[in-house]
Every structure is written in structure tokens, then in C-alpha cells.
């Protein structure tokens, strides 16, 4: 009886040690990062044409937002300065990045030398971003987005 307890708990490890779906972990981890970056890049192609509805889809209904001004808009506020062209952007380039993915969650981060205006005023100084993306329902959202802008020396 205590072998097949035993046997049942091991054969219960290694399933989870294979990740979700059954695939090996750093399998199923390159797949979700492939999900991402192609999730990525539609929300890149939102932002640069300002499409609210595309955003408002990416974007979880809880997302937390920290802007380059330390501000903490919600996702309302955030989707409706796209909507009415509060902020829109000229340059949307991204380098540096480091993907790291955690199961179903998956975080990039790397700096940002975007030209974009933000009522009225334009604004180019690079910034470092963090974004985290969450599988939930077996869709792909942002769950929070953090911007600081890089000092200059």
C-alpha cells in the first residue's frame, strides 16, 4: 500500500514538474513567450495607431499602470487618452528587452527611446518599461506596466 502511495505521488510530481499541458516546463514556457511577443506586437501596432478597442482588449480590467510621472491612472483613464488622442505616439521603438517567463505569467522589461505627446507637449526621453503579461482564460493580458525615465547623466 505504501509503495502505491508512493508510486501515485511520484507519478503526480513529475506531471507537474512537465508543465501546463503536459509539455516539458521550459517547453511550455517558449511556447507562452511565442504567444506573447505575438500579442506584443498587436499591442505595439495599437499604440502607434492609437486603436483604443485593440488596447482595451490586451489590457486586464485590473490593470495597474505607473507612468514615467509616478502617476497611477486606471485602465479607463489609461485606453481614453488613446481614444481621444491625449497621447499619441510618433516613435514607438523598444530595445534592450529580457523576456522571462513564469508558467502562465510572462515579464519583459527593457528601455524605450519612444517619441510620443501627452497633452499637447512631446516628449523623448528614454525610459525603462516593465510589463507583465498573465494568461487568464486562456487569453494573454497586460496586468500592469511600469515607465520610469532614465535620468540623464
Do not use: C
Not at 516539458?24 to 500579442?39: F, H, R, Y
Not at 519583459?108 to 501627452?118: A, E, K, P
Amino acid at each position: 500500500m505504501r509503495r502505491i502511495l508512493l508510486l501515485t505521488l511520484l507519478i503526480i510530481t513529475l506531471f507537474g514538474l512537465m508543465g501546463v499541458r503536459g509539455l516539458p516546463a521550459d517547453q511550455t514556457e517558449s511556447e507562452n513567450i511565442k504567444e506573447v511577443l505575438k500579442i506584443e506586437e498587436e499591442r505595439t501596432q495599437a499604440v502607434l495607431k492609437g486603436d483604443a478597442d485593440v488596447l482595451e482588449r490586451i489590457y486586464s480590467d485590473d490593470f495597474a499602470y505607473t507612468n514615467e510621472s509616478g502617476e497611477n491612472p486606471t485602465k479607463a483613464q489609461f485606453v481614453a487618452n488613446f481614444r481621444s488622442g491625449k497621447r499619441k505616439f510618433i516613435k514607438y521603438v523598444h530595445d534592450d528587452i529580457h523576456i522571462h517567463a513564469y508558467g502562465n505569467t510572462v515579464v519583459l522589461n527593457g528601455r524605450s527611446t519612444s517619441t510620443y505627446l501627452y497633452n499637447g507637449e512631446t516628449f523623448r526621453d528614454p525610459r525603462r518599461f516593465t510589463l507583465v503579461y498573465v494568461k487568464q482564460n486562456g487569453q494573454w493580458h497586460v496586468v500592469a506596466l511600469h515607465v520610469s525615465t532614465i535620468p540623464k547623466r
